[in-house]
T-cell receptor, first 111, second 115 residues
Framework: DAGVTQSPTHLIKTRGQQVTLRCSPK?????VSWYQQALGQGPQFIFQ???????QRGNFPDRFSGHQFPNYSSELNVNALLLGDSALYLC??????????FGPGTRLTVT | AQKVTQAQTEISVVEKEDVTLDCVYE???????LFWYKQPPSGELVFLIR??????QNEISGRYSWNFQKSTSSFNFTITASQVVDSAVYFC????????????FGAGTTVTVRA
């Protein structure tokens, strides 16, 4: 049984560009949450998707958007990238309000 | 609002020593959950334990043990007889109904176990 998978593993983008990160949840999970983890800090909640809709959102600007597909996989999109968006982006899957299982993350570097 | 404080930034021990990681939390909810996660250098967060606010019984799992004290709003984690493989960043986290059960993480404690 595959756990949570994320792609790509690493990504380098230039300021102002747009990026899409992908996440496939653990089998049987229908909820996907995204977190941003800056270097040396704890993960910060971005948003959560359930039934293809954004269910909750953290304190992130509208440049951060997402999507969930009928197969429960999810994408995180970030527009107009800033240097401060450089971070490890973690995806976690769960059943609604259940324990969250994290993927290996995508390391985004903005230059 | 929820808040998790891990006052220890870094801890370095020699193999076989015990190490205790402190976690203090703040919440106005009466029902909440506390978690510990391990993040090895590979980056993936590994779930270690979840404890609900009504269960103050301490728990032991192998070399890991957890001490939950509501009176002091603390949920401390001890690794007994540490090993080099225990080297990682450890995060304490909190979720509660008033925050729609979003996970709020502490800043993490980096544990280095030297051979």
């Amino acid at each position: 049984d595959a756990g949570v998978t994320q792609s790509p593993t690493h990504l380098i983008k230039t300021r102002g560009q747009q990026v899409t990160l992908r996440c496939s949840p653990k089998s049987g999970h229908d909820t996907v949450s995204w977190y941003q983890q800056a270097l040396g800090q704890g993960p910060q909640f971005i948003f959560q998707y359930y039934e293809e809709e954004e269910r909750q959102r953290g304190n992130f600007p509208d440049r951060f958007s997402g999507h969930q597909f009928p197969n429960y996989s999810s994408e995180l999109n970030v527009n107009a990238l800033l240097l401060g968006d450089s971070a490890l982006y973690l995806c976690a899957s769960s059943v609604l309000e259940g324990e969250q299982y994290f993927g290996p993350g995508t390391r985004l570097t903005v230059t | 609002a929820q808040k998790v404080t891990q006052a220890q930034t870094e801890i370095s021990v020699v193999e076989k020593e015990d190490v205790t990681l402190d976690c203090v939390y703040e919440t106005r909810d009466t029902t909440y959950y506390l978690f510990w996660y391990k993040q090895p250098p590979s980056g993936e967060l590994v779930f270690l334990i979840r404890r609900n606010s009504f269960d103050e019984q301490n728990e032991i799992s192998g070399r890991y043990s957890w001490n939950f004290q509501k009176s002091t709003s603390s949920f401390n984690f001890t690794i007994t007889a540490s090993q080099v493989v225990d080297s990682a960043v450890y995060f304490c986290a909190l979720s509660a109904a008033s925050n729609d059960y979003k996970l709020s993480f502490g800043a993490g404690t980096t544990v280095t176990v030297r051979a």
